[in-house]
């Protein structure tokens, strides 16, 4: 788990204009149209442009809001609406895997293994646990159960400077 994915920087900040009808096919959007036809989703312009937001810049953990203002800022003009669409389709189809930090507040990760989590309550960011969790005792499902997955999430908050 690469957990300084997050802050390694993007090759083009700016990103290609997929408003416009002359698109060129960079590597970039040839390897969201694989993503997406692996995914068996057809590659629409919605899908194009948030799939090279969130496939081509490593590990991410993403929220509709924020993923939204991204595609503004890359001229990519979608509304909230269709982001939150887009982005269910996406976890529907098994690229992304959908994270609920803080009751309503729902986030991405386009790591879909199970992982746990650090939530910085306050500050809105899901991270990666680099290392240092372990379990010597997970309870028994209940009868006719068997788990499916574990999610841990680890709540932060500020320290008080004191
Ligand atoms: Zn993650």
């Known amino acids: 788990m690469d957990f300084r994915a997050e802050h390694i920087p993007t090759v083009d900040e700016s990103g290609p204009d997929l408003a416009g009808p002359d698109l060129q096919p ?6 969201c149209l ?9 590659p629409t312009r919605q899908r194009l442009a948030l799939g090279q937001l969130l496939f081509l810049r490593g590990h991410r953990h993403v929220t509709a809001e924020g993923l939204h203002a991204e595609a503004i800022a890359a001229n990519a003009y ?3 609406a269709t982001v939150y669409n887009t982005l269910n389709q996406f976890t529907e189809a098994g690229l992304l895997r959908r994270i609920a930090a803080d009751g ?8 879909t293994s199970v992982h746990p989590h650090f939530y910085m309550e306050g500050e809105d960011m899901l991270v990666d646990v680099a290392d240092g969790l372990t379990f010597t005792r997970i309870p028994e499902a209940l009868p006719g159960h068997e788990i499916a997955r574990l999610d841990v ?5 500020r320290k008080h400077a004191s």
């Open 26 to 31: 960079d590597e970039g959007v040839q390897h």
């Open 34 to 42: 694989r993503v997406l036809s692996e995914a068996g989703l057809r």
């Open 78 to 80: 979608l509304s909230l």
């Open 104 to 111: 309503i507040k729902s986030f991405f990760d386009t790591d």
């Open 153 to 157: 999430i680890v709540h932060l908050r």
